[in-house]
Structure formats: C-alpha cells, structure tokens
C-alpha cells in the first residue's frame, strides 16, 4: 500500500524542488545550478515583460541578470534545443536530445525541405563563420510573417533541429548559427542514448525538479516514449530507487531522498511572481490537481475571451497559488502598468496581509523591467486597488 502524503505536504515538495519561493542560487553559477535543477528553461518571444527564460531564473537566482544567460552559452556550459519547446538545457544532457535530432533528420521539422538551400546555407557558414538569417537575402517575392520564412531561414532551423547547427549565442533575440562541430566541446558525451536511457533519464530529471510526478506529466509531449518509461519506472521500483505515494487518492512516484527535503523550512510570507511559462505552472492539469489553480495562457485568446489579461503571472504566497496578474512594462515611459490583478476568493479576508508581502516583489520585478514607478488599471476584488496604490505612495 502507497504512503500517503497531505495536499500540504505534496505542495511543499513540489516548491521546494522548484527551489521557490527563495533559493540560495546566486549569480553566474547560481543559474547554471537553477537550469540544471530544472532541467531546462523554455525560451519564449512573448516581451510585454521580461521574457519568459529571464523572468523563470530571476524568480530563483539572486542578482541575476539576462547577459549571464550569454555568458553561459559562450563558456559552453548550456545549450539551446528543443525540450517540449525551445528551451535552454544543461550541457551535459547533450547526448539525450540526439534522438529527436535524428528523427528530425529523417523527416522535417516544421516545412518541407529544400536540400539545395541548406547545402547552400551550410557551405556558407562553414566558410564565413557563425551566421544570422539576416545575413541570407530574402527573396523579392517573399512576403513577411513568422510562417512565411525566407527559404535560408527555413534551411537554418531545419538543419538547427537536426543537430548540423547550433546556437552559440544569440544577438539581441536574433539565433547565430554555426556548426555543431565547432560549438560541441569536444568532452561531451554525443553517443546516441537508448530509449531505456531516454526514459530514465526523463524520470529523473521529472522527480529532481518536480520532487513528485505521475506517468502523464513525464510523458507529456512524449507519448512515444511511455512504454519505455513505464518499463523504467518498473524497473526502478524493482530496484527500490522509487516508490509510490499518494496524495488526494492520486498516485505519484518520488524517491526517498527527495521526501526528505520536507524537513526543510518553506518561505511562506515571500511573495513570488511567476512567468506563465515557468517550470512550475507549465503543466496545467497538474497544478489543477495539486494545488487547485485553475491556469492558462490567455494571450492566444481573443480579447474578448480572456479572462484575467493577455498575459497574467500566477503569484506565490504561503505555499499556494493565490492571485495572477496581467502586467505590462511600459520601458520608454519606465512605468510598470498591473492590467489586473486577481487574488484567489478564498484569500480575500486576508489581502491587506498579501499586499504587504507582494509589495516587495513587486518593486523589484518592476525594476527588472526597467521601471521606476507602478500604475494599477483594475484589481479582484476592487479594494486592493486602492489599498495598494495607498502602499505605493508611502
């Protein structure tokens, strides 16, 4: 019979191995400890506030700043590919992207292939050096829009995920290509994983970062992979290196090591301001289950659909999800506009508590975006808006 852990407990373990609300990871080598906690950081284009990499690793590493994701990229002790989307990985889990670089080889990745453009792209770049799209000219008849690619750019990224190329660095958000082979270290492990290897790999990483994980979340976007991972989870609780919990009648798997971070202490006055990309919120089915927070991205919806803002960041308080807030940072005026802030109903007998908590955080993810002052739209319920602009002035 599984042990059973309290929603509480499951909660704590769930923060704690996302090393939030507080972490000790500081600087340059407190992120490139964050990635590899996590596993990876998904990079994502979105800028109404800081992008999503930066805000996912200020929300853990103190002190930092965006160019340290630079500098790890150029000391090579990161790399850029495609998680369940574009993300930046550890180094040293190189080898474990190679099977969807072959598969992607076999076959395409987003457009039919043109194998003169990337021959041509390739020789190019193997004789001048690391490259951008913009340095191949567009077409006459090229008509702009992200799917409507020059064919260079569509050879770039087809080759990028077939592993030929690498990002190095990128200039502004702009990809540098060149090729793998003067990028890779040449200490890197790049022989091809099995997909037992895969597999164990994923569960390990799922349980590092998450302390607690179901089949569906580790075989998110992976379904090709669940027999395998389902043989492996087996093959680990044969060996007693995993076990099964369960919290709220659901099942989980976690490991004995990882159940003892529980005696550590969690930060529950610290507020938190998440990016809806962040490690922890990314799955949506799972922080329904755990936590009770209803959350999606509405900034695919319509305006008229959206309920909380094109772009509202879940927020931490007391070892729960309590509020999320639409925001964005108006950098030429410096002025850090709160669209809507929204605080869960079970938590409004206590906001003026909250607001003392948030406010802190609030400063300082404003300052992050280069803004010197806040400005408050609209909030749930109508109260705090005053209250908080009041705090504001003091």
Known sequence: MANTLSIQQARKLALLSQRLPRSDYSGISGTQSAIQQLGYIQIDSISVVTRA???????????????????LLKEKKIFEYWSHAAAYLPLEDFRYSLPKKAKVAEQQHWFERDLKVEKEVLSRIRIEGPLQAKDFQRPKEHVGGWWQWKPAKKALEQLFMAGELMCPYRVGFQKVYDLTERVLPSSIDHTMPSDAEVARHLILQGLRSHGLVQLQELTYLRSELKDHIKEQIQAMQDENTLQTISVNKQLYFT??????????PLSRQQVKLLSPFDNLVIQRKRIKQLFDFDYRIECYLPAIKRQYGYYALPIIWQGQLVARMDAKADRKLGVFIINKLVLETGYYHNFEVFLHALLPELKAYAAFNHCQSIQIL????????????FMLKE
């Open 53 to 71: 990499h930066h805000h996912t690793l200020w929300s853990r590493v103190k002190n930092y700043q965006p160019e340290f994701i630079d500098t």
């Open 255 to 264: 490991k004995n090591e990882l159940l003892a971070q529980l005696n550590q």
């Open 378 to 389: 609209e909030t749930l319920p109508t109260s705090l808006k005053v209250k908080l602009a």
